[in-house]
């Protein structure tokens, strides 16, 4: 049996290892399991977060994410729950409004669920989200102008942030790099970041189309807490349990 009190790398490697499999770790609770006090997990969490393995949050810590894949290798992961989830999302759109679709993969593969009758005014900052829909005769399509960031594959930059003041959405699907019930939405990249909230200010409602790799996680830069989000789409089969005390409303999609 490992003294898990002497051994710190192996005690460390398997706190990875549970951060790996469910997201979340909570410091009190890895102090019983572990038989070690809660001072040596704060020690632990601390050493795995300087290496960049994890994020600190109150109490515990997160999986950390560092950095994501191109858009283009994104599109060809996760195909099955994120038709799922995109089919869910496209239910709740609403005729004769002004939707914004963010960049995403799972919101490339929502475009053909939407209705081709529809009267929509829809904007985006996708190329591909935007070439999808080019050929929508009763959709108004407005494509942001930007520099192309190949990673989100979003058109980005105070460029594009400057053309959102004059636009109001009733409702806007954005994108999500990781979701915590304690730190909120947050991103990777700054400027995705910055876009993000932006958006948040001009929309009167924000849904969020999330599969499982992205929660509990925590991006570098924060844009909003999970109550500024009034729905959230995931799989039937996603573990929701560490949103159970979060005050937003979770559909589940099957």
Request: charged share 20%; proline share 3%; hydrophobic share 40%.
């Amino acid at each position: 049996m490992v003294d898990h009190d002497v051994f710190p790398e192996q005690r460390q490697a398997l706190i990875q290892q549970i951060l790996t499999e469910t997201g979340r770790v909570i410091g009190i609770d890895l102090a019983k399991k572990l038989n070690v006090s809660e001072h040596t997990i704060r020690r632990d969490l601390q050493e795995l977060a300087r290496r960049g393995l994890c994020k600190k949050v109150y109490g515990g810590a997160v999986s950390h994410i560092i950095e994501s894949a191109t858009f283009d290798v994104r599109v060809s992961q996760n195909v099955h729950e994120k038709l799922i989830v995109a089919k869910k999302c496209a239910t709740f759109i609403k005729a004769n409004t002004s939707i914004f679709i963010d960049a995403g993969s799972t919101y490339l593969a929502m475009v053909k669920f939407i209705p081709e009758n529809i009267e929509l005014t829809i904007v985006t900052n996708s190329p591909q989200i935007a070439a999808a829909l080019s050929n929508r005769k009763k959709s108004e399509l407005i494509l942001l102008g930007g520099k192309v960031n190949p990673l989100t594959g979003s058109t980005l930059g105070t460029d594009t942030v400057g053309q959102l003041k004059d636009m109001l959405f009733d409702q806007t699907f954005i994108g999500v790099c990781g979701l915590d019930p304690q730190v909120g939405l947050s991103a990777v990249y700054y400027e995705d970041a910055c876009f993000k909230k932006a958006l948040f200010g001009q929309s009167n409602e924000i849904i969020a189309a999330i599969t499982a790799e992205k929660i509990p996680k925590v991006a570098r830069y924060k844009v909003a807490p999970c109550e500024d989000i009034d729905i959230v789409v995931v799989s039937k089969t996603t573990n929701i349990t560490d949103f159970n005390q979060v005050n937003m409303h979770i559909e589940l999609a099957e």
